[in-house]
């Protein structure tokens, strides 16, 4: 163990609110940032410990990245640490998207402010794109793999299938083909290198011991459980009693609540299943304002999962019974968060104590390369979704003999959208351009393309 002081809570909290404020890029680089941070510099765990905590939360449905940070938070101080790492990671984001969520629905249909978001569009696309490629060639290990993808691919393109069916098919399969010992199922997924200096245990402030408090203790992770499930859900049957189904907030506490069970995968799987459901069956934002809400989670700090929080202020902007627009719009965005959210704590603090005993389990890691291989689909789903809808102005479904397929109408393509993206893509394959500089770039571009007449 090294040599010097164990942080106090204070002064964890302070470092906790640094990662918070500079948690941009996604769940890659956020997951980077707290190594960099939490290993190389504070020396707090060790390059063992740290991968440790990240294949159990790769394990949990949720934004693994915020996960991680409510584990390493819970294992330096306990419970309180776990929910201040936690808060803090989020709370940058919350304050970012809402206000950027009035300023959109307060000034989204003027000129400058739409162009903005024109360009935007462009760029979220290439990075959905990238996405789909740098997990693919991470996950598409065999062609048991691709088959999975394939398959999930169009079951959920081509008939509509799930998200959550989707999930647990592909679980599923990969849990008892490694039960059968079929060979494409016995190397797991995991985790390879994370950061550039690699720091043993043994040279941390945590050593090779695990502390006291996280020796199993039934009692414990049974009680604090229990707190964070009436939380959860408390509010949900709540709202179903007092509002009925056919309320917008007991729609949106129903469905972020099932989603925060079922979002295996990261970020743009979830995105995946909230298109489906929110814009298709519940209707509360059309096409292009999923990707506008994309635009605002990738350039602000948190996890890009926070999306989900423009969605929910939207539903209940437009559909907020008798109270003002942005009242409801409020509302709704932190109604949005808290049942994304508030499960995350219940996984860490429920699983943590018993963490040593799914480490080396092979059939639990099968499961989870299928599912990753299965989200491979799902993400090249909401690639070709979102391009539809940001090239054509117009888009017809062909449906018969179950089929649900979205076609474009070819002669609605938007020529200046469709050379933006064009663009994107190449900044971002040809010229490995970040996604902070593609989205501001994009962004000019959508801004000088308006000034110009020209979008």
């Not at 979220?124 to 993808?149: C, D, E, T, Y």
């Not at 050593?207 to 707190?227: K, L, M, Y």
């Not at 506008?292 to 999962?305: K, S």
């Not at 965005?333 to 499960?343: D, K, S, V």
Request: hydrophobic residues 60%; aromatic residues 12%.
């Amino acid at each position: 163990m090294q040599d010097r002081a164990y942080p106090t809570l204070a002064e964890a909290t302070r470092i906790w609110a640094r990662i918070g404020l500079l948690s941009f890029g996604g769940p890659a680089g956020q997951i980077a940032l707290m190594h960099r941070i939490l290993v190389e510099e504070q020396r707090w765990l060790g390059e063992k410990r740290f991968l440790h905590a990240l294949n159990y939360c790769m394990l949990l449905p949720g934004p693994e990245a915020m996960q991680l940070a409510v584990y390493i938070g819970w294992l330096m101080h306990r419970t309180l640490g776990g929910i201040i790492a936690g808060a803090l990671f989020v709370l940058p984001g919350v304050v970012a998207i809402m206000a950027l969520s009035w300023v959109y629905a307060l000034y989204g249909n003027v000129g400058p402010i739409e162009a903005l978001f024109f360009g935007l569009k462009a760029a979220v696309l290439a990075i959905v794109v990238q996405a789909v490629i740098r997990i693919g060639s991470r996950a598409l290990k065999n062609n048991a793999m691709i088959a999975i993808a394939a398959a999930s691919f169009i079951a959920i393109f081509g008939f509509a299938v799930p998200f959550p069916l989707i999930i647990l098919a592909a679980g599923l399969i990969g849990y008892f083909g490694a039960r059968a010992g079929v060979p494409a199922f016995q190397n797991g997924g995991g985790h390879g290198k994370v950061g550039t200096v690699q720091v043993d245990d043994s040279d941390t402030l945590l050593g090779e011991e695990s502390p006291d408090h996280t020796q199993v203790n039934r009692g414990w992770a049974f009680r604090i459980s229990a707190v964070f499930l009436v939380l959860w859900l408390a509010p949900v049957a709540l709202l179903f009693a007092v509002f009925g189904p056919a309320n917008v907030f007991a729609q949106i506490a129903g469905f972020f609540s099932v989603m925060a069970v079922v979002t295996f995968g990261g970020a743009y799987a979830v995105l995946a299943y909230v298109a489906q459901e929110a814009v298709q069956n519940f209707g509360w934002l059309a096409p292009g304002e999923m990707l506008d809400g994309l635009g605002m989670a990738e350039t602000t700090p948190g996890p890009l999962i926070m999306v989900t929080q423009f969605v929910g202020f939207m539903g209940a902007f437009r559909d907020g019974g008798g109270l003002s627009p942005l009242v409801a719009g409020t509302l709704g965005g932190l109604l949005t968060t808290w049942m994304t959210f508030t499960p995350c704590f219940l996984w860490i603090f429920l699983g943590a104590p018993f963490i040593e005993r799914l480490r080396d389990n092979k059939v639990l890691s099968a499961a989870l390369t299928a599912i990753t291989a299965a989200v491979v689909g799902v993400i090249l789903n909401l690639a070709v979704w979102f391009g539809l809808h940001v090239v054509f102005e117009e888009v017809q479904t062909i449906a018969s003999f179950g089929l649900d397929l979205d076609v474009p109408v070819w002669s609605s393509i938007n020529l200046a959208a469709a050379a933006l993206v064009l663009a994107a893509l190449v900044a971002v394959f040809r010229f490995k351009l970040g996604p902070v500089t593609v989205l501001a770039g994009c962004a000019i571009a959508g801004l000088t393309l308006h000034f110009a007449g020209m979008a």
